[in-house]
C-alpha cells in the first residue's frame, strides 16, 4: 500500500509530463472505441438490411437452388415441416417463400422486378415488411398547390423540391426534412394532409400487391394503380397478369427497396403455375453469433436428415458481404495497430525522458537505502496508474457518444449516400451498442503500456549509484 501512495504522489510531481502521458492514452482509447464502434455498427446494418430482413441466417432449399435459382429447383411444400423447424432451440421465426423475376411495367415504363410469394402472418414474425408501410409521399400537388393557406417560404419549398417522390414511413420522418426551417405547425399539417397514402399491406388470399417505394416512383405508380407483369412460370409455362397496387413499403436496403414485389404466397404459385412448390423456407434466430448459427444449423440440418433438401447458412449464400466484412474488419484492425503503434512511441518517449530526468532522484533513494526492486515496483506502478486513469477518460468520454449514435445514427448526404445506396446500403452510420470490443481496447492499451515499462525497470535494476547522484 505504501508503494501505491508513492507512485501516486510521484505522479503530479511533474504535471506535464503526467498529463502528456495521459493525454496519448485517452486519444488512444477514445479514437479506437469510437471507430470500432462505428465499423462493428456498419456490420450491424448490413447484416441487419441484407440478412435479417430477406435473407435469413439460415435456408432450407432445393441442393440445386443456390447455384440456379430457378422455377425449377422448387420443392414440395410439406406443412409439418415449418413447425417441426420452428421447434429447434434458437430459432425465432420460420417463413415459406416462392422467389421468381418478372418484367413489371405501367403505362409505358418497364423494370425487372423481384417477386416475392410470402405467407403474410408468418412474414410478420419473420422480417415485418408492413412496419416499413408508406404513410406519406411527397407529391407534385404539395410544390406545385395553389392553395394560398400553404403560403410557403422558398426555403421550405427547396426543400420539398429536393425530397420530391421521397416516401416516409411516419409523420415524425417527413417532419425532419424541415428542420430548422421557417414551417408553422398549420402548413405542417397541410403538408402531411396532401401527402398521406392511404395503403395497406397484403393478406392471405388477397387479390393485390405490395410493392418497395423506390419500384413505385420509377413506375410511377401508386396505391389503386395496376401493376401488369410478365414472366415465364414453372416448366416454361407463360405467366402473365394485372394486379392491382394495395401498398408500398420503404424497404431499408436500397438494393431491395429498388425492385420488390410482395405476392400472397398462393397468388405467387397461381401466377406462375407452381401449386403447392416452394423456392425455400427462411429462418431468423435469436443469438446470431458465429457460434449460435453453426450450432443451429447443425440442429436442422439432423430435422431435415431425410428430405433431400439442403440447409445453408447466411455466409454461404453471401460471400461478397462476406469478404465486404471481413477485409473492411482487417483494415480497421490494421488502422487501429497503427494507432497504437504510433500511441505506444509517444508514451516510450515520455518514459525514456521521465528516466533520465530522475536519475538523480533514483541514485539518492537507493543511496537512503530504498531496494531497486522496490524502485522499480513503483515506477511500474505510476505507469499503470496513467494507463487506467487515460483508460478510464477515454471509456467515460467514448460511452456517451456510443450511446448516442447508436439510438441516432449519422445519416449520409451527398456523394457518400449516393456510393452506400449503389452498393446496396441503407446511407447510415450508426455505433455498435457497449460490448467485449470496448473493453479489448482498454487492455490493448494496457498491452502497449507494459513493454514500455521495460526501459525504467531495466535502469533502475542496472543502476550505478554514485553515476547517478553525481547527475
Known sequence: MSYI?????????????????????????????????????????????????????????????????????????????????????????????????????????????????????AEKQFSNPEQFLVRFTIPMAVWDSSDKKLALSDKVRKVLAAHMGESFTDAAKLA???KDQPIDSMQLNQILHLSRVQGRFISNGDSGVVISSMLAKFLNIQVGDSLVMLSQGYQGASAAGIYPVVGIVRIPNPELDNRMVYMPLQMAQSFTNTHNLLSYMAINLQDVSDKALMATTDSVRKVLANSGLDVK?????????????????????????????????????????????????????????????????????EMLMMALIGIALGYLVALPIIHYY??????????????????????????????????????????????ACIYPIRKILKLKTVEAIKR
Not at 422448387?74 to 423475376?101: C, G, H, Q, W, Y
Not at 473492411?328 to 500511441?343: E, H, I, P, T, W
Not at 449519422?410 to 446500403?425: N, P, Q, S, V, Y
Open 313 to 381: 447458412t447466411w455466409q454461404d449464400l453471401n460471400k461478397v458481404l462476406v469478404q465486404q466484412i471481413e477485409s473492411d474488419n482487417q483494415s480497421g484492425k490494421a488502422f487501429l495497430f497503427l494507432l497504437y503503434f504510433v500511441v505506444f512511441f509517444g508514451i516510450f518517449g515520455t518514459v525514456i525522458m521521465m528516466v533520465h530526468e530522475r536519475m538523480h532522484e533514483f541514485g539518492v533513494l537507493v543511496a537512503v537505502g530504498m531496494q531497486k526492486v522496490n524502485l522499480a515496483l513503483t515506477v511500474l506502478l
Open 176 to 178: 425532419s426534412i424541415f
Open 5 to 121: 501512495k508513492m507512485a501516486q504522489r510521484n505522479l503530479w510531481r511533474n504535471k506535464r509530463r503526467t498529463v502528456i502521458t495521459i493525454s496519448s492514452i485517452f486519444f488512444a482509447v477514445l479514437f479506437a472505441v469510437v471507430m470500432r464502434s462505428f465499423q462493428l455498427g456498419s456490420y450491424s446494418l448490413m447484416i441487419r438490411n441484407a440478412i435479417e430482413q430477406y435473407y435469413g441466417f439460415i435456408r432450407v432449399q432445393h441442393p440445386d437452388f443456390t447455384d440456379d435459382p430457378s422455377l425449377e429447383n422448387t420443392f414440395e411444400i410439406d406443412p409439418n415441416l415449418p413447425v417441426k423447424i420452428s421447434k429447434v432451440p434458437n430459432v425465432k421465426a420460420v417463413t415459406a417463400r416462392l422467389e421468381t423475376f418478372a418484367l413489371a411495367s405501367s403505362g409505358n415504363i418497364t423494370k425487372g422486378v423481384l417477386v416475392l410469394g410470402i405467407e403474410p402472418e
Open 406 to 451: 447508436h439510438i441516432h445514427p449519422i445519416r449520409l448526404t451527398g456523394e457518400m449516400a449516393k456510393m452506400m445506396i449503389d452498393m446496396g446500403f441503407e446511407p447510415l452510420m450508426p455505433m455498435a451498442p457497449f460490448d467485449f470490443y470496448v473493453l479489448w481496447q482498454g487492455v490493448s492499451v494496457i498491452f502497449m503500456v507494459s513493454p
